[in-house]
């Protein structure tokens, strides 16, 4: 019988996401500046970071798939920013509940 996943491994699963997606240094890059700086256009982004417009699109994805950060399409152009309250998840006690309930 395969046993079905409950609430906690669904959280961890969630949680081994996020922290992949903060592993890399791009992505920290990215995250960083959009803290920084607030709603920013894509094609600021990629001068900054110098990265063609394929690799960068990746690390957005990554970024988009945890949350991490919102897109706001304006004309021909998409925004970006970090949505703060996922990434405090990550770095608050939301965490801890996982390894000590209660």
Excluded at 19 to 45: M, N, P, Q, W
Excluded at 66 to 71: D, E, R
Excluded at 93 to 100: A, G, K, T, V
């Amino acid at each position: 019988m395969i046993k079905q996943p409950d609430v906690c491994d669904i959280t961890l699963l969630d949680y081994e996401k996020k922290f992949k997606a903060l592993s890399d240094h791009k992505r920290l890059y990215i995250l960083r500046i959009l803290a920084a700086e607030g709603k920013t256009c894509v094609c600021d982004l990629g001068e900054l970071l110098a990265l063609p417009q394929s690799k960068l699109s990746y690390h957005l994805k990554v970024l988009l798939d945890v949350n991490f950060i919102s897109v706001e399409k304006e004309g021909k152009w998409n925004f970006y920013s970090a949505n703060s309250n996922e990434i405090k998840k990550v770095l608050s006690p939301n965490l801890c509940c996982l390894f000590y309930p209660e």
